[in-house]
């Protein structure tokens, strides 16, 4: 059996030498544009950086914490991997920056110090906020929404995930997802005692903690026999859908909320009806969009609300900016970045003329409702989640 320090060392070094160096992708990054295009080097210069560290083996401490604050500085957003498959050889950077973080772990260097609390959390508590089950479970109980069971005939599970019972602006959004599916008279339940998805232990490079976690999930996915899983966040979905084993969730159909409602509109099962009087612009979540390709079910729903002005932003879809939150930076911050990622969002909005800016991500809406108050501009637009808006329509 190969060693597996070496065998990630030499998948790096596979991904990263594809790179040659043509830096298309620099414009791509927004680490690039916040850092007033010098500190990180971008999405290049964290390719060229992380090449070298992992080829040379560095074991020069202070170099290896540079290489730290540079590689956990990346949002993983993928408009880089966008930029590159689109104008050169289509180097999967994304991968290459989470396996050089996994060997910073292995090196003792990963991840960042204010980071570490997620991942004790996460193994102690099966949360990265640190919340103690039981009053995690209190809360899920008070969403309202019974124990899921194939016996009352619940046509899926609606995974929360964690932030919701954390952080009460995306406890709306978690309400207000639950007020659609009634209206819509979906029947539906949830694990009390659900824990992470462990999005945020791989998003960091701790993989042993990602497998640990997604051993526990699948084996109370089975248990409950879930067969259709709607998740609140696209983080979530994309662990799922796309990073726990294949043939283990072969017979579970992992859906975003977003994709969901979209489904019940087709079907007639979810109408909307009340004019909702609102110019809107809708921010492309990442690993909703660049990382699934999810464009349309979000815009579908949005264009159902009667009432609704839509404007896009110029950087939308594919090329969207990215909020700053993903990549385990919610746990994280850097001094050295002179604007922020969602303040650049808002301050677009707003020259846009729009009173709301809609998203679907819980970490999407945190970020955009800092962004309002940081550019101090909460008299002329707000931010709200998708199923926010929906629910003004059912009600
Ligand atoms: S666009 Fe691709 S090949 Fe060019 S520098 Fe960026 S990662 Fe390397
Ligand atoms: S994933 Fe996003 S933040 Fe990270 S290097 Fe690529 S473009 Fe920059």
Known sequence: MQDPELEL?????????????????????????????????????????????VKWDEKDKATLTEMRDLLYACTTCGNCEVACANLSTGVKLVDAIEAGREWLIEKMI?????????????????????????????????LGVPQFDTGAGHEMMLYVGCTAPHDPLVGNMARAIVGVLKAAGVSFGIAEDEICCASPSKRVGESFLFEDLSVKNIEQFKAMGVKHIVTLSPHCYNTYANEYPEDQMADIKVQHYTQFFADLIDEGRLVLKNPVNSKVTYHDPCYLGRHNDVYDAPRKVLSSIPGIEFIEFERCRENSLCCGGGGGRMWSDFEVEQD???????????????????????????????????????????????????LESVA
């Open 9 to 53: 060392k030499e998948n790096i070094l596979e991904t990263v030498s594809q790179c040659m160096n043509c830096r298309f992708c620099l414009p791509a990054c927004p680490l690039f544009e916040i850092t007033e295009n010098s500190v990180s080097g971008g999405a290049s210069g964290i390719t060229r950086a992380l090449y070298w560290m």
């Open 110 to 142: 990963g991840p960042m110090p204010e980071q570490k609390a997620l991942l004790e959390h996460s193994e102690r508590y099966g949360n990265p906020y640190g919340m103690l089950p039981t009053d995690r479970k209190e809360w899920m109980k008070g």
């Open 340 to 390: 922020r990622m969602a303040n650049i969002r808002v301050r677009d909005a707003v020259s846009m003329g729009v009173n709301t800016i809609v998203t679907a991500c819980p970490f999407c809406l945190i970020n955009m409702e800092d962004g309002i108050k940081s550019v101090n501009v909460e008299d002329k637009i707000a931010a709200k989640d998708l199923a926010q808006l929906v």
